[in-house]
């Protein structure tokens, strides 16, 4: 994936509110919610906690890991780009990245495996608010369409990767670690929608073979968060099953950050809490799952360069073989979005290709909540109404986009 940048990714200096924001307001306030909900943790937790949101308020030196997990040697070369500098002066996707992997070192994570966001997570599965879009989905099967009118496929699928765009708004990152009701009335302001041709060409992938690793048509899917986004993918995940007849392969998290970002554990416990259920129609969809998970037609791929601040472009080779072979790679979410793009602030108008700027076989689909200033392939003319409609459309999470990358 060679590529040769012409923009510089956003910074957390005064050049952008939002970043800068990130640092000094929105980790801090994820910190204080971390230490709320472990209240167990030694003094020594607690007092590096409070250390790392005392020093990125103040602006402090980005310090590197000290511990001995299996990837700080991986980490401290990528710190070194950054090395001297505070934590209000450097490239955001990097800090921010980088500040959970510290939080992680601090919570002594990698010697106890105690997730530090596990009760943050678990209070969603436990008020029962996670479910809602496996039962929207089970609704919107048990209708069909107007009456006397069966829905085609196109239909089915645009509204089952609407309800996964969607979902996206379930984001405990973006909340700094306050829950989020996300069981209300879904918004309808797409900034891009490239539905048809996506559309198009999942229809083209319909009736993959066993195998369609090696001929091109197994579809990967990107996660993003676990809880009720999760719970979008998952009916996301069984209608492709069921409509297209093709394999899939769910990219997670190798371990936590970002507060609710997906790992292999969230998902089992995500099933396992679906399994008991009090309505049938959860409990089935977990059933459904599981059992595709058995049998191989959906495969986890749980990778540690999806938790690091690495860009698509230098992705290394057993990711980019892995989503160069798909039918068709589908992102969610905010994170994977400005991966893609190198974080920029790219000027109105500029095409997806020009942003993303590396070669890819499959095409991409990203499924979005806009939740920061990087956008690409949206018209000047667009962007210009939503900034006079809205200033803040770019990071308030009420819009959101279908985009489709084709190389």
């Known amino acids: 994936m060679n590529h040769i940048l012409s923009h510089q990714p956003i910074k957390t200096d005064s050049s952008n509110r939002f970043a800068s924001n990130t640092m000094t307001e929105r980790f801090p306030r994820i910190i204080h919610s971390i230490l709320q909900a472990n209240p167990t943790y030694p003094g020594r937790v607690q007092k590096r906690l409070e250390e790392l949101s005392r ?22 070369c990528l710190y070194r780009s950054c090395q001297g500098q505070g934590w209000q002066e450097t490239e955001w996707f990097f800090a921010e990245t980088y500040a959970y992997r510290l939080l992680l070192e601090a919570c002594e994570y990698f010697s106890t ?34 009456p006397g009118t069966p ?21 405990l990152s973006f909340s700094g670690g306050t829950a989020l009701d996300t069981t209300g009335e879904i918004p309808e302001t797409l900034v891009a929608q490239d539905d048809q041709p996506a559309l198009d060409h999942l229809l083209g992938l319909q009736g993959a073979s066993e195998e369609a690793e090696s001929s091109g048509r197994e579809i990967h899917l990107v ?23 093709v394999p899939l392969v769910l990219h997670l998290k190798l371990y936590p950050t970002y507060v609710s970002d997906t ?18 129609e959860v409990r089935s969809r977990a059933s459904a799952f599981g059992a595709a998970l058995k049998e191989g037609a959906i495969r986890l791929a749980p990778d540690d360069f ?33 991966r893609a793009m190198h974080d920029t602030i790219w000027p109105p108008g500029t095409p997806l290709a020009e942003a993303i700027r590396c070669r890819h076989e499959a095409p991409w689909l990203f499924l979005r909540t806009i939740k920061s200033d990087c956008l690409a392939g949206v018209s000047r003319e667009r962007c210009q109404a ?22």
Not at 226 to 243: C, I, N, Q
Not at 390 to 398: L, V
Request: proline share 6%; net charge negative.
């Open 55 to 76: 020093k990125m308020v103040e602006n402090g030196e980005i310090p590197p890991l000290v511990d001995s997990a299996f990837d700080q040697d991986q980490w401290n």
């Open 113 to 146: 495996l105690k997730d530090p966001f596990g009760p943050l997570k678990e209070r969603e599965l436990e008020q029962g608010t996670a479910f809602w879009p496996l039962l929207a989905e089970a609704e919107t099967r048990k209708n069909g369409g107007a």
């Open 151 to 171: 829905r085609s496929l196109k239909e089915e699928l645009l509204q089952a990767l609407l309800l996964s765009l969607w979902g996206n708004r379930a984001d």
């Open 223 to 245: 996660l993003d968060n676990t809880g009720s986004e999760l719970a979008a993918d998952v009916a996301l995940s069984l209608t492709l099953r069921r409509l297209l007849k």
């Open 263 to 280: 790992t292999v554990a969230d998902l089992h416990r995500f099933l396992d809490v679906a399994a008991t259920h009090p309505r049938e």
């Open 306 to 338: 999806w938790c690091q601040p690495l860009f698509l472009a230098d992705a290394p080779p057993r990711i980019t073989r892995a989503l160069d072979r798909a039918g068709m790679v589908i992102f969610k979410g905010d994170l994977n979005y400005r």
């Open 386 to 407: 939503l900034q006079a409609e809205d200033p803040s459309w770019r990071t308030s999470g009420t819009r959101g986009l279908l985009q489709l990358a084709s190389d």
